[in-house]
């Protein structure tokens, strides 16, 4: 299993958590297996997302998706995510 890690600040959460929800089935298209949302403490604009994937090439796939990007766009993120995938060992 993969676990692609995605770190970003959002205009405003409630937006960005709503335009997920609706991608939520295109996800589940593209391969992923499960989500994890995260907020920051004391930014809850600051999130990360944990994406499971079953291959490191669907991850990627996802990240570079015109979906996805467009997803961003309606999201109102700022600035471009961090992101890494990751194996639990």
Known sequence: MIYLFMHATVKDFDKWNQVLADFEPKLKNMGATATSVYREVNNPNDV???????????????????????????????????VWYTEKQ
């Open 48 to 82: 990360t997302v944990i994406h499971e994937f079953p291959s490191k090439e669907q991850a990627k796939a996802f990240v570079t998706s015109s979906e996805l990007h467009e997803a961003r766009k309606q999201s109102h993120v700022i600035g471009n995510p961090k």
